[in-house]
């Protein structure tokens, strides 16, 4: 079974819409981490978080909010979804005393 | 600010013609330099982490090095196989989160 896990993975939604992407790992990692991958732009970090309590600001959190639920959980929401939040989405996690971050399969999302 | 760029964007190479990927970077203060492997439809799958000047590391037909400017990953005899878009990434020191900068990716494409 995969480390980290995201749901939906395909989602096509309308303009207004509130859209939740959810991430789930079996790691054991403290930090989890929210990014949005757009063709030639690279991966940009949108949300991180250490522990339940504890929810930081990436470079690119307008338009976006996110819940940690439980050590093991991470979702992202869209609260009012608009056209250029169309990307793919992933999920990271991170750990210990490893610097490495680990992905999860990614959500492409469309929004029409 | 911190800066990642990947280049070429894009390389053809025939089965067996080695080649390298270059990644330049600006960091205040590098804590470790990343390289990742992404395939169409999935997230990224991590390879090497690089901490200073000098290092090297191998995996199969892999080979990462590390300046104080740039990262080269060196493709040696490729196959098929090793076509997928290659990342790079750089954490700072001071990183908040341990926040990664990625570049736009190289993405490689090997010809029987």
């Known amino acids: 079974d995969a480390d980290v896990t995201q749901t939906p993975r395909n989602r096509i939604t309308k303009t207004g819409k509130r859209i939740m992407l959810e991430c789930s790992q079996t790691?054991?990692?403290?930090?989890m981490y929210w990014y949005r991958q757009d063709p030639g732009l690279g991966l940009r970090l949108i949300y991180y978080?250490?522990?339940?309590?504890?929810?930081n600001k990436g470079e690119i959190s307008d338009g976006y909010s996110v819940s940690r639920q439980a050590q093991a959980k991470f979702s992202l929401s869209l609260e009012s979804a608009i056209p250029n939040q169309t990307a793919l989405y992933f999920c990271?996690?991170?750990?210990?005393?490893?610097?490495?971050?680990?992905f999860g399969p990614g959500t492409r999302l469309t929004v029409l | 600010e911190d800066q990642v760029t990947q280049s070429p964007e894009a390389l053809r190479l025939q089965e067996g013609e080695s080649s390298s990927l270059n990644c330049s970077y600006t960091v205040s203060g590098l804590r470790g330099l990343f390289w990742y492997r992404q395939d169409p439809g999935k997230g990224p799958e991590f390879l090497f982490t690089?901490?200073?000047a000098g290092e090297e590391k191998e995996k199969e037909r892999l080979k990462a090095t590390l300046t104080k400017k740039e990262s080269f990953l060196h493709i040696t005899a490729p196959k098929p196989e090793d076509s997928a878009t290659y990342l790079c990434?750089?954490?700072?020191?001071?990183?908040?989160?341990?926040?990664?900068?990625f570049g736009g990716g190289t993405r490689v494409l090997v010809k029987p």
């Open positions: 690089l901490y200073s």
């Open positions: 978080s250490f522990d339940v309590k504890d929810i």
């Open positions: 990271a996690t991170g750990g210990g005393a490893s610097d490495e971050q680990f």
């Open positions: 990434a750089v954490q700072a020191a001071r990183a908040a989160g341990n926040k990664l900068t």
């Open positions: 790691k054991g990692h403290d930090r």
